[in-house]
């Protein structure tokens, strides 16, 4: 007999569960709030079905991948044949080499929390890793997963892979059809996500999307988005440029020393960025040298910039409810993280943020003032500091 804890705010869940030997057995979790969970395991796919009430509902939680090497999982599909976007998992400080079952073993009996990361532009799941292990060993209750967005890492395998439209939304309906085999949904759904530069607007949506519509897959919205340093309005014209310069380049690249000197040199590329760049590639073979991102990808996806009305995502997530429906959707608080260093960060932005009405009940603003856009390699330390603060008062 197995008992496992979960907490989902003031409530504590207790489950008691009887586990049968032989394969293909049902598993029974009984809950102190007259819940009753089935889960019936085979080799390809296991089943969770809640029932409540008139109404059963139906979550797929993952088999053991084989799409796996070091801790992270290449991108495949789920139950329903929709894309699911690659990832890794980040536990108690490390990344982990446990399998799928192994890891929602640890989120539905061990009652941990679980954020997701997503990446910036033309980035990888690998550049939150830092921040993510470091969160998780001082916030050992929190599990991180990481995601490589479509078109980024590892959800690249197939440029086609991902249907078009590449925007916010498609990339949101990607984590909601990543979670749902993973089994986190409803009550074990992330209760944070985190997001940087173009992650963060990701992130937004998504909480939006949670936060505002029918939620056919169960996924619950988080109880807190923490945006690092994504700018409301249209990309920065940099953007722009480095996307041009990486267009204009052949390939197979001859060397990662050849992309860095080039885009110095003749794209009048900042030295950090280039190098930076040189690390979004991948051997092919025959010292072949591509890019690990989809480049028509990318340029569709800040083509969305400008079309996502930031603040007003904001003010509907946030903005308190007398509906009750409302309020359980709503009970979300958003936490924007800003680059002291970023002069993108105009007054009148601020303004316009601070003149939400939920500005400091549940939309905080944070100024990491030593640091860039890349707030969580300038200030790691500050932007743990706040992070940890904002989740052990969720």
């Not at 799409?67 to 982990?96: C, F, M």
Request: glycine share 6%.
């Amino acid at each position: 007999m197995i008992t496992a804890t979960r907490t989902t705010g003031m409530m504590r869940n207790i489950c008691v569960i009887r586990r049968s030997v032989a394969k293909g057995c049902e598993l029974t979790a009984t809950i102190s709030n007259n819940r009753k969970f089935t889960s019936v395991s085979s080799q390809t796919k296991h089943m969770l079905i809640r029932r409540n009430c008139n109404t059963t509902t139906t979550y797929y939680t993952s088999p053991v991948s084989k799409h796996y090497s070091r801790g992270r999982r290449y991108a495949s599909s789920n139950v329903n044949n929709k894309p699911t976007l690659a990832y890794e998992w980040i536990i108690d400080g490390k990344q982990s080499k446990l399998n799928d079952d192994e890891i929602i073993k640890c989120v539905h009996e061990d009652g941990k929390d679980v954020i997701v990361f997503l990446h910036g532009l033309l980035g990888n799941a690998k550049n939150l890793r830092t921040p993510a292990k470091k969160l998780t060993q001082v916030l050992p209750n929190y599990n991180a997963l990481l995601l490589d967005i479509r078109g980024h890492g590892n959800s690249t395998s197939d440029p086609s892979y991902f249907e078009q439209p590449h925007t916010f939304s498609s990339c949101v309906e990607d984590i909601k059809d990543t979670l749902q085999p993973l089994g986190l949904t409803g009550m074990y759904s992330p209760t944070a996500i985190c997001g940087h530069s173009l992650g963060g607007r990701i992130a937004l949506q998504y909480s939006h999307v949670l936060c505002t519509t029918d939620n056919t897959q169960q996924i619950e919205a988080p109880r807190q988005t923490w945006i690092l340093d994504s700018v409301p309005g249209k990309a920065d014209p940099s953007v722009h440029g480095v996307l041009n310069a990486i267009s204009s380049l052949p390939t197979p690249i001859p060397s990662k020393t050849w992309l860095i000197d080039t885009l110095v040199k003749e794209h009048k590329m900042n030295k950090a960025i280039a190098q930076w760049i040189a690390t979004n590639l991948r051997d092919n073979g025959d010292d072949a040298l591509d890019w690990i991102f989809v480049l028509h990808i990318a340029n569709e996806l800040v083509q969305n910039f400008s079309n996502q009305d930031f603040t007003e995502m904001i003010h509907d997530i946030t903005h308190p409810s007398s509906n009750d429906d409302d309020m359980k959707r709503n009970n979300s608080t958003i936490q924007l993280v800003m680059a002291g260093k970023n002069k993108s960060w105009s007054e009148d932005i601020i303004q316009e943020l601070e003149s939400i009405p939920s500005f400091r009940y549940r939309l905080h603003l944070h100024t990491l003032n030593k640091a860039g856009h890349w707030v969580h390699v300038d200030d790691p330390e500050g932007l743990l500091k706040v992070m940890v603060e904002g989740l052990e008062h969720q």
